[in-house]
């Protein structure tokens, strides 16, 4: 089945909808901290105590954090379930429960309430990564005045971090994550390493550059789901205290256990590759340093370090110019068995942020569409505007999103997306891990 795009909007379900005060309503929206924002974040305790807040701080907020409540109280009463989220002028309030804590996104940035729940999910493994759920609901059930944004003091930039990526990156849309692109070969290589290094006590070891893994070796009973990977490469990437020295630090992987945490020793052996091994014991940091120095001294004996410190140098210099198709603008290929997406770097005509950030929307956008419940049959969607024309397959194996030319009709889009898709299976060990290397 086929659809054709229309300019993205926001996706409001009216059955959703919940009806609430409305001067509450009217005093969200005409709140002076959404002014010149486009999108906010907020959480506060069901008994009304400020949790976090994207701008300003969230203790000068307590007026507005008692009308969430009330509002999440209301619609409770009302339904006697919690509240997904409301209209108010040209703002989505969107709105979670977890436990004791009170989320809410207000944006008026024209994503599907469904996304912007998605990122304040995020948000919530991210406060668990650094806490664990059994300590958050202790604290909770143990003192009623329990302060959550207190205990949170030192992790708010990793709350940060992950509100940056949440409305660009597209780990997130696709839940899945990327990888460095690499010969398989090599690839192969920096896995045999980790796996010779391995002590006994070693749980996951990962490679890693920026936002993209280079290698991650796993126990054969065990795998990490994409969402613990983003949420660990944020926790690292955010705090720019690891990349001083190494570094030993607690953990929570929020979706493989929520209750408990790793120990994780962190080292950069190269400016822009991390190396991060995670144990359950934590009485092993010198075991690990000891792994960490055996690693880096066989990848440097193989010739391996150089090449990947070059090849990440590189990385943005993979343009979409390689696959030799012509009114190609930009692409996002995404393999579902492995749960990972590749995308060369934004060339022209998307150079600036906000072409970047318009690109990512038009995405979101197809993407909503086409995974909206009750489109099961939609399979191709085709885009056009003024700008490009993207052209849009999902099938069992892969989703594939392309950004061409505006001139290009929709038999040549079909066409060059054919020719795209052959390209992309010549070259898709190396821009995709296809085996997840076992100990």
């Given at each position: 089945m086929e659809a054709e795009g229309s300019a993205p909007e926001g996706e409001v379900d009216p059955q959703a909808v919940v009806p609430v005060d409305e001067e509450a309503a009217g005093k969200l929206e005409a709140d002076a901290y959404f002014q010149g924002k486009k999108k906010h974040y907020f959480m506060v305790s069901d008994a009304g105590r400020p949790i976090f807040s994207r701008y300003g701080d969230a203790s000068d907020l307590s007026d507005f954090m008692g009308v969430i409540v009330a509002i999440a109280a209301f619609a409770r009463h009302q339904r006697g379930d919690d509240?997904?989220?409301?209209?108010?002028?040209?703002?989505?309030?969107?709105?979670?429960?977890?436990?004791?804590?009170?989320?809410?996104?207000?944006?008026?940035?024209?994503?599907?309430?469904?996304?912007?729940?998605?990122?304040?999910?995020?948000?919530?493994?991210?406060?668990v990564s650094n806490l664990t759920e059994a300590a958050i609901t202790h604290g909770f059930n143990s003192r009623g005045g329990f302060d959550l944004g207190r205990v949170m003091a030192g992790t708010e930039k990793h709350m940060h971090g992950m509100i940056s990526l949440l409305g660009s990156d597209m780990s997130f849309l696709l839940d899945g994550f990327q990888c460095l692109r690499l010969p398989p070969k090599k690839r192969a290589e920096v896995a045999q390493v980790l796996r010779e290094a391995r002590p006994s006590s070693l749980t996951f070891?990962?490679?890693?550059?920026?936002?993209?893994?280079?290698?991650?070796?796993?126990?054969?009973?065990?795998?990490?789901?994409?969402?613990?990977?983003?949420?660990?490469?944020?926790?690292?990437?955010?705090?720019?205290?690891?990349?001083?020295?190494?570094?030993?630090?607690?953990v929570c992987l929020p979706t493989f256990n929520p209750n408990g945490h790793f120990h994780a020793y962190v080292c950069y052996i190269r400016p822009e590759l991390c190396l991060v091994l995670l144990t359950t014991k934590q009485s092993e940091f010198y075991s690990l340093a000891e792994c960490r120095q055996q690693v880096e001294k066989a990848l440097v004996s193989r010739d391996i370090l150089n090449n990947l410190a070059h090849r990440v140098e590189r990385e943005f210099d993979w343009a979409v110019a390689e696959c030799q198709i012509p009114d190609l603008y930009h692409f996002v290929y995404f393999s579902v068995k492995e749960q990972q997406y590749t995308m060369p770097r934004f060339d022209t005509p998307y150079v600036s942020k906000v072409s970047h950030q318009r690109l990512f929307r038009l995405y979101q956008h197809i993407h909503s569409h086409i995974h909206r419940p009750g489109n099961s049959m939609l399979r191709q969607y085709f885009y056009q505007s003024q700008s490009e024309v993207i052209f849009t397959m999902v099938t069992k194996e892969y989703e594939l999103h392309a950004a061409f030319s505006p001139l290009v009709t929709k038999r040549l889009a079909f066409d060059a997306f054919s020719r795209l898709r052959r390209w992309i299976v010549k070259e898709h060990d190396s821009l995709i891990m296809t085996k997840s290397p076992l100990w």
């Open positions: 509240l997904r989220y409301i209209v108010a002028g040209d703002h989505v309030f969107v709105f979670t429960v977890k436990g004791s804590i009170i989320m809410v996104c207000v944006a008026s940035t024209g994503e599907s309430p469904r996304y912007l729940q998605m990122q304040l999910d995020y948000l919530y493994l991210t406060i070891a990962m490679l890693m550059s920026r936002n993209k893994m280079v290698s991650i070796v796993r126990p054969q009973e065990h795998v990490l789901p994409p969402a613990d990977l983003l949420v660990l490469m944020n926790y690292i990437n955010s705090s720019e205290s690891f990349r001083n020295s190494e570094t030993w630090a607690p």
